[in-house]
């Protein structure tokens, strides 16, 4: 079966520190990969999307970046935190749209993410 | 642009009571819509797609193409249905880009 892990669950970091997130998928291959922020009153915000190695589609022109180094593997960062930064990070993994499979999304347990 | 809109933030109901989450969406082409849910101390989980047609744990959702929306229905609420609800949009052009709404915290009170 399918999992998906996503570290650390909680964060504290100061601002102007750098970030590092990573999410990694089991059980899949080729999977479509997703970082989104979950921010009360704002839903979930699409950050980045990956549709397979080396391919980000940036969503919102921010302080975060990520990279796609291996097929199950997902990294968010960031070189300089801002206080606004600060959120609820989750990473997702959905089946390809084009596999004939039922487009489904699974998520991980997300990271609690503080900039102070 | 595709974009999913969820009109109310918070949605208190009795148990038993009917209940309706609003979702309305902008898409020009002919998108794929889902109602995700997030239970408390739980991960974000699927609990319906449109293209399935399917009742789950009591709730509908139609699309309404004529109105672009996809309500979120249930005839009786009962108490474990509180969580937070999100509707989805995958359009048929984009790709894989999956895009939220804002969320509704529905709440069912005994």
């Known amino acids: 079966s399918q999992t998906i892990h996503q570290w650390p669950a909680t964060l504290v970091q100061p601002v102007g520190s750098p970030l590092s997130l990573e999410c990694t998928v089991e059980?899949?291959?080729?999977?479509?990969l997703y970082w989104y922020r979950q921010a009360a009153g704002r839903g979930l915000q699409l950050l980045f999307y990956?549709?397979?190695?080396?391919?980000i589609s940036s969503e919102v022109p921010q302080n975060l970046s990520a990279s796609r180094p291996q097929d199950r593997q997902f990294i968010l960062s960031s070189k300089k935190l801002l206080l606004s930064d600060s959120g609820f990070y989750l990473c997702?993994?959905?089946?390809?749209?084009?596999?004939?499979?039922?487009?489904?999304?699974?998520f991980g347990a997300g990271t609690r993410l503080s900039v102070l | 642009a595709q974009r999913v809109t969820q009109p109310e933030k918070l949605l208190s109901v009795f148990k038993g009571a009917p209940v309706e989450l609003k979702c309305n969406y902008s898409?020009?082409?002919?998108?794929?819509l889902f109602w995700y849910v997030q239970y408390s101390r739980q991960r974000l989980q699927l609990l319906l797609r449109?293209?399935s047609r399917e009742s789950i744990k009591g709730f509908t959702a139609d699309l309404n193409k004529g109105e672009t929306s996809f309500h979120l229905k249930k005839p009786f609420a009962q108490e474990e249905d509180s969580a937070m609800y999100y509707c989805?949009?995958?359009?048929?052009?984009?790709?894989?880009?999956?895009?939220f709404g804002e969320g509704t915290q529905l709440t069912v009170n005994p």
């Open positions: 898409y020009s082409g002919s998108p794929e």
């Open positions: 990956s549709v397979g190695i080396g391919q």
């Open positions: 989805a949009l995958l359009g048929e052009t984009s790709g894989s880009r999956l895009t």
């Open positions: 997702a993994w959905s089946t390809d749209t084009y596999s004939g499979i039922p487009f489904t999304a699974y």
């Open positions: 449109h293209i």
């Open positions: 059980g899949t291959s080729n999977p479509n």
